[in-house]
C-alpha cells in the first residue's frame, strides 16, 4: 500500500506561482504512476497531470499545459507539481493519487488506487 500527503498550497495572486508536492510512504513508491488531480467547487474532479515510475512520461490536460510541471523524486518518495502563470481557474483542491504500475488511462480518476486528502489552492484576480 501507499499513503500519499499533499503540501504546499495556499493563496497566490493570478500570474503566480506555487509548487505542490506528494510525500508517499511505502518503498515500492518508484513502481508507481502518480498524477496530480484537482476539483473546484460544484465541479467533478478532473485531471491534470501525470508521470511514469521512472519519471520518464509525463502527460498534461491542454488546460495546463505550457504552465504546470510534474516531477518526482524517487529517493525522496515525492512528486512535485511545479504551477506557473496561475489564473481564477486554477482555484481548486487539489489532490496527489498512485496507480499501479503498467495501467493505462492514467488521465482516468478511476485508474488510480490510492489518494491524499487534498490541499487547497486558491488563486485571487
Known amino acids: 500500500q501507499v499513503q500519499v500527503v499533499e503540501s504546499g498550497g495556499g493563496l497566490v495572486q493570478a500570474g503566480g506561482s506555487l509548487r505542490l508536492s506528494c510525500a508517499a510512504s511505502g518503498r515500492t513508491f518508484s513502481s508507481f504512476q502518480m498524477g496530480w488531480f484537482r476539483q473546484a467547487p460544484g465541479k467533478e474532479r478532473e485531471f491534470v497531470a501525470a508521470?511514469?515510475?521512472?519519471?520518464?512520461?509525463?502527460t498534461y490536460a491542454d488546460s495546463v499545459k505550457g504552465r504546470f510541471t510534474i516531477a518526482r523524486d524517487n529517493a525522496k518518495n515525492t512528486v512535485y507539481l511545479q504551477m506557473n502563470s496561475l489564473t481564477p481557474e486554477d482555484t481548486a483542491v487539489y489532490y496527489c493519487?498512485?496507480?499501479?504500475?503498467?495501467?493505462?488511462?492514467?488521465?482516468?480518476?478511476?485508474?488510480?488506487?490510492?489518494w491524499g486528502q487534498g490541499t487547497q489552492v486558491t488563486v485571487s484576480s
Open positions: 493519487a498512485a496507480a499501479h504500475w503498467g495501467k493505462s488511462r492514467i488521465a482516468e480518476v478511476g485508474t488510480y488506487d490510492y
Open positions: 508521470i511514469s515510475s521512472s519519471g520518464s512520461s509525463t
